[in-house]
Nanobody
């Protein structure tokens, strides 16, 4: 599967952005999907993940209550709605996919990656 992330940009603190990740291939619905981010000088970290059927989601403590992950299997797309953005949310955001049923947290567990989209939050 190939992934294409979009929707990043520059926003003021307190603002919102919605990231999208479009997937090619007919087996998207069998993949767990995750959004990761990587700030300069920091390791890539999981922001949110969602099971193939949207029943199970995971959020990092730093994003819980502000970010929402969702997916539309009919459109082969996963979304990350980001509200109440903070300067510390500034990073390159990546979508990732992996076949399976468990929501993996480690980047190494995901076989497929999008190209990344920059999110910059100004104070």
């Amino acid at each position: 599967v190939q992934l294409q992330a979009s929707g990043g940009g520059l926003v003021q603190a307190g603002g919102s952005l919605r990231l999208s990740c479009a997937a090619s291939g007919r087996t998207f619905s069998r993949y767990i999907m995750g959004w990761f981010r990587q700030a300069p000088g920091k390791e890539r970290e999981l922001v949110a993940a969602i099971s193939w059927n949207s029943v199970t989601t995971y959020y990092a403590d730093s994003t819980l209550g502000r970010f929402t992950i969702s997916r539309d299997n009919a459109k082969n797309t996963v979304y990350l709605q980001m509200n109440s953005l903070k300067p510390e949310d500034t990073a390159v955001y990546y979508c990732a996919g992996q076949r399976g049923s468990s929501l993996y947290a480690a980047p190494k567990e995901y076989a497929y990656w999008g190209q990344g989209t920059q999110v910059t939050v100004s104070s």
